[in-house]
């Protein structure tokens, strides 16, 4: 069979936002709440993952009810003391499974100018356990992974839960371990995974807002 028909075959994944950080550089708080370009930041990553996934779901602790407007399932981490992405991933592979589906695609909710072929890129680079992470390279032209843009089979969600219960906190090392594959995406004419980490960063968000519209 012909590898674009076994691609087309492929099961869509479902998309999960990740929003379950504390914002500490921020001052604490919501970050995708923030306003950038005139809208949530988090409504930018909904637009840009909305096209890829057939339904998407947000991880976030904490009342749900502060991200009802936003018209989509909000699953938290199953395990206490919020321990970082991995957790985030693991809550998304659970309602993922709930659901009958056999992956998801994870994207940060502080980063709202990923690729519109994020999802279709991951498939493609997946390795042979199914896991996919993003990469681009940094000001230096090194390639840098950027984990919390993954693919992650459903299958391997018992590995994670057992993973995190031993202590494991690092998301980009896990996925190393599990022998992801890499999807390097270009930074022309800016890095498509730059973050909002610090109020500054908002405003030059808001300077690449029209850049990224027509990217």
Do not use: C, Y
């Amino acid at each position: 069979m012909p590898a674009a028909a076994m691609h087309d075959r492929t099961p869509a994944p479902l998309g999960v936002i990740l929003a379950g950080g504390q914002a500490s550089r921020m001052g604490g708080g919501d970050k995708g709440l923030r306003i950038v370009a005139g809208r949530a930041l988090i409504a930018h990553v909904i637009d840009r993952l909305g096209p890829q996934v057939p339904r998407m779901a947000i991880n976030a602790n904490g009342d749900p009810a502060r991200l009802a407007g936003f018209g989509l399932p909000v699953v938290a981490d199953s395990i206490p003391g919020q321990p970082g992405p991995l957790a985030g991933v693991l809550a998304g592979l659970d309602w993922a499974a709930g659901l009958g589906a056999s992956a998801i695609v994870t994207a940060a909710a502080d980063t709202p100018f990923f690729p519109p072929d994020l999802v279709a890129r991951l498939q493609a680079a997946a390795g042979e356990s199914g896991l996919a992470t993003a990469a681009s390279p940094d000001a230096q032209g090194r390639l840098r992974r950027h984990p919390t843009f993954g693919l992650w089979p459903v299958a391997l969600r018992a590995d994670l839960r057992a993973a995190i219960a031993r202590g494991q906190r690092r998301i980009g090392h896990w996925a190393e371990m599990q022998g992801a594959g890499l999807a390097a995406f270009d930074s022309i004419p800016f890095d498509p995974f730059f973050n909002i980490n610090t109020p500054d960063d908002i405003a030059t968000a808001a300077r690449l807002a029209g850049a990224a519209d027509q990217a």
